[in-house]
């Protein structure tokens, strides 16, 4: 009568609804009973998850795994930890669309990654995903910076009515094509050179679609308010009907008495019947490239041109001055870790601070460095291809936050493998411990939220914001996406020093009716699927 029976669990529906004990019967890839079930077949896979959750498989409502998907479509890291949905697209960059000089971005991050798949557009990109087969379900967003380098490239100018009824046809394809909306990235070029107003005029294409906008807020920290009052303005003034915030956080100890403040405008915002929502991941360093602490106006014109500027000693003290005057606290440079570059005569520096990388050159050449000379240096050394962690968050916020109704879990990460070309960095814990960490931390150890709040954020809530009406829920007639996991045992092992380590406890792993994960391991199954807006 199944294809696969999962017996005896402590039920969790993805509603945050109280739990029960029962049976989950699967056939054809969707749930097709729930509740005390004795019938079988001797073709029945059987799994007992006495003393265990059985629970929706995870959506990651905040993830970028758009390449890393094409290296390893088993996207090990994520499905490990119970993930069976990803959002791809998020903070103004995705795969595609890639026309003109964002075509030439695109084109290195698919020689680093020795990636041979060539698209233009989402129509195509998506095509490739499903010829190759992905481990997981696939939700795309448009990325902002996309449109916006295809058409005006990295130029720090208002476009002209021609460009922008240029950028506002190409978000229209790709919502036809099946996007789920608009993201930015307002802190990276070319996003970070858009006004509001344009913004305005390209969710305004999106509303008329139903899509959402997704926004990586202009300022986390000096300016947050004025930046979540932004995101409001846009989703208002464009008549969008849902606006999703990436990872909320208070970045840098002076900001952190700001919270009350932004869950007050978040707060508001709902009452007039604007749906905001947000999502953050578990812990209090985020992951970024190291040029992100420049002024906006270094990135314009492209990397080439930032370079040069970071070679003019006329620039560089005008650059220094202006990331002392942001960051005046002499602590700065103690919370910036470098977790990868691509020079092996650097690699001495992953896993350590800026501060702790000046006192060992210090000590071999008796010289003190100046903090911001050596991040110019090692940028234009490394191409400016450097990511680093930072630690400037505040873990009562982040409790603050997680406990929020409207927040939801993200893991603001790609997909990564602990082998092969995706083991070569040293990538923020959050790619391979996001989920469990919620629930062995914020759930079990500390009891933030109750499980089902927990999984109810994990699955149905992403699962409603996208309008996704077929997944996120143990629903009879849904698609058989569970994960089976030990309450007790379920825990992160990546840490920063060692973030390449799966977790503990997630025993099954099931997308689209088929076993993903099985006692721990993976069945070298792809059974994810392309979900396209709208079909």
């Known amino acids: 009568m199944y294809d696969i029976l999962i017996k005896n669990g402590k039920i969790v529906g993805g509603f945050n609804a109280p739990s029960f004990n029962g049976d989950v019967g699967i056939k054809n890839g969707r749930i097709v009973s729930i509740g005390s079930l004795g019938s079988r077949s001797k073709e029945t896979v059987i799994i007992d998850a006495k003393g265990k959750v059985v629970c929706p498989g995870f959506i990651d409502i905040h993830s970028h795994s758009d390449f890393t998907i094409l290296v390893n ?94 950028m506002k046809k190409l978000v229209a394809k790709c919502m036809e094509e099946g996007s789920f909306g608009l993201s930015t990235g307002l802190i990276y070029p070319p996003g970070c050179f858009t006004q509001t107003d344009e913004l305005i005029e390209l969710c305004k294409v999106v509303a008329e679609f139903g899509g959402i906008y997704v926004i990586h807020l202009r300022s986390e920290g000096n300016k947050l308010v004025e930046a979540v009052q932004e995101a409001i303005d846009i989703g208002g003034m464009s008549n969008i009907q849902k606006v999703h915030i990436s990872h909320l956080k208070t970045a840098g100890k002076s900001n952190w008495n700001k919270l009350d403040v932004v869950f007050e405008e978040i707060e508001k915002t709902l009452k007039l019947g604007l749906n905001v929502t947000c999502d953050r991941y578990p812990y209090t360093a985020g992951s970024t490239d190291l040029d992100v602490i420049l002024p906006a106006w270094v990135y314009e014109g492209g990397i080439e041109k ?62 003190i460095l100046d903090p911001c000379e050596f991040v110019f240096s090692l940028l234009i050394e490394e191409e400016t291809k450097v990511e680093v962690i930072l630690f400037e968050m505040s873990e009562d916020n982040l409790k603050k936050i997680l406990k929020k109704p409207y927040t939801m879990v993200g893991s603001d990460a790609s997909a990564r493998a602990n082998y092969g070309v995706l083991a070569q960095t040293r990538p923020h814990p959050r790619a391979f411990g996001t989920f469990p960490c919620v629930l062995a931390k914020y759930v079990r150890d500390e009891k933030v939220l109750t499980l089902e709040e927990a999984i109810y954020k994990m699955t149905y809530q992403p699962a409603q914001l996208l309008g ?60 994810g699927k392309v979900i396209r807006k709208g079909r």
């Open 306 to 367: 930032e370079i040069e500027r970071l070679k003019n000693p006329e620039m560089r003290c005008k650059i220094s001055k202006e990331i002392l005057e942001s960051h005046p606290d002499p602590n700065f440079w103690n919370t910036i870790m470098i977790s990868s570059v691509k020079k092996e005569a650097n690699k001495w520096m992953e896993g350590k601070r800026i501060s702790e990388i000046l006192e060992t050159k210090r000590r071999a050449s008796l010289k």
């Open 73 to 166: 479509p088993k996207v090990e890291s994520k499905v490990r930890q119970g993930i069976t949905t990803e959002v791809c697209g998020n903070c103004g960059f995705s795969a595609a669309p890639q026309y003109q000089q964002f075509k030439e971005r695109i084109k290195k991050i698919c020689q680093e990654f020795e990636i041979n798949y060539q698209w233009n557009s989402l129509k195509e990109y998506l095509e490739i995903l499903e010829e190759i087969g992905i481990g997981v379900n696939f939700v795309p967003l448009v990325g902002q910076g996309n449109i916006r380098a295809s058409i005006i490239g990295y130029e720090n100018r208002r476009p002209t009515v021609k460009e922008m009824n240029k």
């Open 468 to 527: 996704i009406k077929d997944r996120g829920r143990l629903k009879e007639g849904n698609f058989a996406d569970i994960v089976v996991f030990s309450p007790e045992k379920i825990k992160d092992l990546a840490t920063y020093e060692l973030p390449q380590l799966y977790p503990t406890g997630i025993e099954y792993v099931i997308i689209n009716g088929q076993i993903v994960i099985e006692k721990g391991n993976h069945t070298d199954v792809l059974s």
